[in-house]
């Protein structure tokens, strides 16, 4: 069967009067990667926000208003993973505000990094001479298991090697205040700016959001969220000793499914790594 058969084809099961420019990949004699399909939306990546945001305040506040740190002191403790120098790392992990605390002297930071971010991957375009579309979210697991390893240490106390922050989400453990602050610092961002999309995902034990208030308090946390500018958000809501169980016994739960990155899927299919990942998350759940 040819090309203009299989087209024909295609055509003949399209609602009656669509109209379809024809000249695709095969007209033009280009895959898509060189400027063949018609409508071809590109995206860049962008993840770990909060790994942004929290080392340029701790900068801001330690070196530049308290001056309580130099520059050279604190890039000497990241050059040596804080070693011998435990209690600078805390300074930094407990003296200074963090992404997702409703804290606008580390929110505002976020909005405008990501906000650069933004600018700066408009200024380049695709090979069919379309603007390439900001995205923040990971895609892959190579945010946990790749990147972070090579990454240095961090003025926010982030040790070298430790897993970086995936999507828009605040850095595991830093969102002290409770879910509802964790949104509305997420909900600050720019999400005009963000065409390619995002992803933001909450993790909620059973227990926070039993019977009808507990319902009722999560739907609050989620129309606060898009009232504030939001523009998307994933529930997980689930407990360690329910996955735990899980890993165990996987006959039992076929149809768990869990948000990581971008996607959703079964427990059960995920390798022992991602599973490790998503456990970890419970233990800073709300």
């Given at each position: 069967?040819?090309?203009?058969?299989?087209?024909?084809?295609?055509?003949?099961?399209?609602?009656?009067?669509?109209?379809?420019?024809?000249?695709?990949?095969?007209?033009?004699?280009?895959?898509?990667?060189?400027?063949?399909?018609?409508?071809?939306?590109?995206?860049?990546?962008?993840?770990?926000?909060?790994?942004?945001?929290?080392?340029?305040?701790?900068?801001?506040?330690?070196?530049?208003?308290?001056?309580?740190?130099?520059?050279?002191?604190?890039?000497?403790?990241?050059?040596?993973?804080?070693?011998?120098?435990?209690?600078?790392?805390?300074?930094?992990?407990?003296?200074?505000?963090?992404?997702?605390?409703?804290?606008?002297?580390?929110?505002?930071?976020?909005?405008?990094?990501?906000?650069?971010?933004?600018?700066?991957?408009?200024?380049?375009?695709?090979v069919e001479g379309e603007p390439f579309h900001p995205l923040i979210f990971s895609a892959t697991t190579q945010?946990?298991?790749?990147?972070?390893?090579?990454?240095?240490?961090?003025?926010?106390?982030?040790?070298?090697?430790?897993?970086?922050?995936?999507?828009?989400?605040?850095?595991?453990?830093?969102?002290?205040?409770?879910?509802?602050?964790?949104?509305?610092?997420?909900?600050?961002?720019?999400?005009?700016?963000?065409?390619?999309?995002?992803?933001?995902?909450?993790?909620?034990?059973?227990?926070?959001?039993?019977?009808?208030?507990?319902?009722?308090?999560?739907?609050?946390?989620?129309?606060?969220?898009?009232?504030?500018?939001?523009?998307?958000?994933?529930?997980?809501?689930?407990?360690?000793?329910?996955?735990?169980?899980?890993?165990?016994?996987?006959?039992?739960?076929?149809?768990?499914?869990?948000?990581?990155?971008?996607?959703?899927?079964?427990?059960?299919?995920?390798?022992?790594?991602?599973?490790?990942?998503?456990?970890?998350?419970?233990?800073?759940?709300?």
């Amino acid at each position: 069967m040819d090309d203009q058969t299989i087209f024909d084809h295609l055509m003949s099961l399209a609602p009656e009067g669509t109209a379809v420019e024809q000249k695709g990949d095969v007209e033009k004699g280009k895959d898509i990667t060189n400027g063949g399909a018609i409508y071809n939306r590109a995206g860049v990546n962008l993840f770990g926000i909060s790994n942004i945001a929290n080392p340029l305040a701790a900068i801001k506040k330690l070196v530049f208003e308290d001056k309580s740190l130099s520059l050279d002191e604190l890039r000497e403790a990241l050059r040596t993973d804080f070693d011998d120098n435990e209690s600078l790392r805390q300074r930094l992990l407990n003296m200074v505000p963090k992404y997702g605390n409703d804290d606008d002297y580390v929110d505002i930071i976020a909005r405008e990094e990501a906000e650069f971010y933004c600018r700066e991957v408009g200024n380049y375009r695709t090979v069919e001479g379309e603007p390439f579309h900001p995205l923040i979210f990971s895609a892959t697991t190579q945010a946990i298991y790749e990147f972070g390893p090579k990454t240095g240490a961090s003025a926010d106390g982030r040790r070298a090697g430790d897993h970086l922050t995936i999507n828009v989400d605040p850095a595991r453990g830093t969102d002290l205040k409770g879910i509802t602050a964790s949104v509305k610092s997420v909900a600050k961002l720019n999400y005009l700016e963000t065409p390619g999309g995002v992803s933001h995902i909450i993790d909620v034990h059973p227990s926070a959001v039993a019977g009808p208030e507990g319902t009722e308090k999560l739907a609050s946390v989620i129309k606060t969220y898009f009232q504030q500018g939001g523009m998307e958000i994933g529930v997980n809501i689930f407990g360690e000793e329910e996955l735990r169980d899980a890993q165990k016994h996987p006959e039992k739960y076929r149809n768990l499914c869990v948000r990581v990155f971008g996607f959703s899927t079964q427990f059960i299919n995920l390798s022992p790594e991602l599973q490790e990942y998503v456990i970890m998350r419970t233990k800073h759940s709300s």
